[in-house]
């Protein structure tokens, strides 16, 4: 019987294979890596916002603590944004023709809120509350990063499930006393884990339940 394909029909066959299932190893290899990236993310992105509002110039030159603006944020769920009245508690007498501010004085005469923009965003899925993290000792910057040191602001940490499960595995080395909580660049002389392990036990941080799924997932 007459040969039907060539002897090189094998070859070209383990070759077509390799090739397919090396293509189907690199794809999962670029969609993981993808997933991971500062693009997905937003990890060092700035966020557009209606003000080009600077944290350096107002947390870092001036010294404005936090709570100013984000006043909720050691009694709320959500740390709060400043409304237009709190901005305006200082431009109604410095910058007060600023075309940069022209958006702020518009929301004071029309009695509309600015609409700023999530920097910080989690998924609809996951239930995060700032009070339970601030009044555990979780300094802001932990997860906003030094945002004294920012004229725009970014997303300084990528917020995966992951990321969060470090901090809610092993909180100790991340918790400082209370009174720290807004100090950006705050440093201690204590050993972090002794000095965590301290605030644990005042602040009263149930750490044998902080992995349980319910936590974040309700």
Known sequence: MAQIFPRSADMWLRLTLLILFG???????????????????????V?????PFSHEHHAGALKIDCRYCH???????????????TCMSCHSQIWTGAE??????????????LRWNRVAELPDYVYFQHNVHVNAGVGCETCHGQVDTMPLMYRAETFTMSWCLDCHQDPAPRLRP??????????????RRALGERMIEEHHVDTENLSHCYICHR
């Open 71 to 85: 006043d909720s944020v050691e009694v709320s769920a959500v740390a709060g944004l400043p409304p237009t009245d």
């Open 47 to 51: 966020v557009r916002q209606p003000v």
């Open 23 to 45: 293509g189907l190893v690199l794809l999962f290899v670029a969609l993981a890596v993808l997933d991971r990236s500062d693009y997905n993310t937003g990890k060092g992105w």
């Open 100 to 113: 940069m501010l022209a958006p702020v004085r518009q929301s004071l005469v029309e009695g509309k809120p």
């Open 178 to 191: 209370r009174a720290a909580v807004t100090t950006m660049g705050w440093k201690t002389e204590h050993d």
